[in-house]
């Protein structure tokens, strides 16, 4: 039997209804840009395993790194106990994110950083006397699937049969460079009804909404209204960060630092998985007490694990060097270039890039999505490249090491499918 027949007897996978798409294809190899199957055909990771593996799978620096300290120290309780690897991490990382970023706070994935921050934001007014019970959020924002990040995510029709135990959250547009005003309308609207506690957004790239792009100076807007009412900012980067947007992190572009950070995806570079909430001196401040019950009571059974915090030091040092950032520079060219070109094709209704993440809107009559993303992702495979449609979005978030050939493959598979539309 194949991997392939196997899997249907006893695995469930995530975000997929079995019945639609009973198939999965079983992959027994990846190598820095190539994803191989069980029958031997090779894919360009083009969109890094979910923006992941951005140094390209199973990178030598990252695994040797890793090895070594499994030899070392692989596990152990971070309640009352620390390593080395956690506070090398910790001190690599205050140095590259924004300034006012000084603690940080381990998980193990993206959607429990978000959920950290939320309670952080919450608890801080809390412990500082104040119930402030409500969230405000971007409307069509993706946080995660726990509670609280689906709470503060976009309605979508998979959160239906949760949506009456959500949190409180309101939720305003996103900028467009038109509709600030609108939003800050909308935003003294809120707090004159509501206490609220935290902003939760993803600066600059919302992932889930079909990489959707915004206004760096009208959300530095909105953030500074929150700080003026001690609304805590909570800036999910678990996309963006580790130089996707051209900077080490989204925040970086915007002059107002968020209280609270949530990281994950890239951190790792794809090896473990691992998460980290990182707050301002602020934040920690309101949970310093003599009061035991001001603590941050929230742990998981495998925070900071050596290994995990291994592979992201690793990556750092990748991020940080002359190669990778040199790549990033010459991959923001080749986007430029590609859409300049692409977007006068007639099946294209636009284009759009921050940093390395490129994304296209198709020209297609909403009648005709039915399954177009099947038919999109499966014409790519077809052709060797590993590329996701978002309704009628084709993005691009290729490893930083991918080649200019393979790059140059990826464009062409994209025009190519506009001629089967
Ligand atoms: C992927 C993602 C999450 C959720 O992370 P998981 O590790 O899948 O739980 C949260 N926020 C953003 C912006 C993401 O892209």
């Not at 990771?45 to 030899?71: K, P």
């Not at 004159?192 to 990489?211: D, R, S, T």
């Not at 009648?367 to 014409?379: S, T, V």
Request: negative net charge; aromatic residues 10%; hydrophobic residues 40%.
């Amino acid at each position: 039997m194949t991997l392939k027949e196997r899997d249907k007897k006893h695995l469930w996978h995530p975000l997929t209804q079995h019945k639609l798409h009973p198939d999965a294809i079983a992959i027994t190899k990846a190598k820095d840009c190539i994803l191989t199957d069980e029958n031997g055909n090779e894919y360009i990771d083009a969109i890094a395993s979910w923006y992941t593996c951005m140094y390209g799978h199973c990178n030598d620096y990252i695994t040797s790194r890793v090895s070594n300290q499994m030899q070392q120290l692989d596990q152990v309780v971070f309640s009352g106990f620390t390593h080395e690897p956690a506070i090398k991490l910790s001190e690599a990382l205050i140095e590259i994110l924004p300034e006012n970023q000084n603690k940080l706070f381990f998980s193990d994935n993206g959607s429990s950083s978000v959920e950290i921050g939320i309670k952080m934001a919450l608890q801080y007014h809390f412990n500082r006397g104040e119930k402030r019970n409500t969230l405000i959020a971007f409307e069509d924002g993706f946080h995660g699937d726990t509670f609280g990040a689906m709470s503060v995510s976009g309605l979508s029709v998979y959160n239906g049969p949760f949506a009456d135990f959500f949190l409180n959250v309101k939720r305003i547009p996103t900028p467009n460079g038109k509709n600030l005003q609108t939003i800050i309308t909308s935003l003294e609207n809120i707090i004159g009804h509501n206490k609220v506690a935290g902003f939760v957004y993803e600066p600059l790239v919302q992932g889930a909404a079909a990489m959707s792009m915004h206004c760096a100076a009208d959300l530095d807007e909105i953030l500074k209204f929150c700080k003026k009412h001690s609304i805590i900012t909570v800036a999910d980067e678990v996309m963006t960060g580790f130089g996707k947007t051209g900077k080490y992190f989204a925040s970086l572009h915007l002059e107002s630092k968020p209280d609270v950070m949530c990281l994950s995806k890239a951190l790792t570079g794809g090896l473990l998985p691992m998460a980290l909430t990182t707050c301002s001196q602020d934040i920690y401040d309101a949970f310093y007490s003599d009061d035991l019950s001001k603590g941050l009571f929230h742990g998981h059974t495998y925070s900071a694990n050596p290994l995990a915090c291994t592979a992201a030091l690793a990556s750092i040092d990748l991020l940080k060097s002359e190669t990778i950032q040199a790549n990033i520079k010459t991959i923001i060219k080749s986007h430029e270039a590609f859409g300049q070109k692409i977007a006068q094709h007639h099946k294209v209704k636009s284009i759009r890039q921050t940093g390395i993440i490129f994304a296209l809107d198709l020209d297609i009559k909403m009648e005709r999505y039915g399954n177009l993303r099947d038919k999109l992702f499966n014409f790519f495979m077809n052709k060797g490249v590993f590329l996701r449609p978002l309704g009628n979005t084709i993005y691009i978030q290729a490893p930083y090491t991918i080649a200019e050939k393979q790059l140059n493959k990826v464009y062409e598979v994209i025009e190519d499918a506009l001629e089967i539309l």
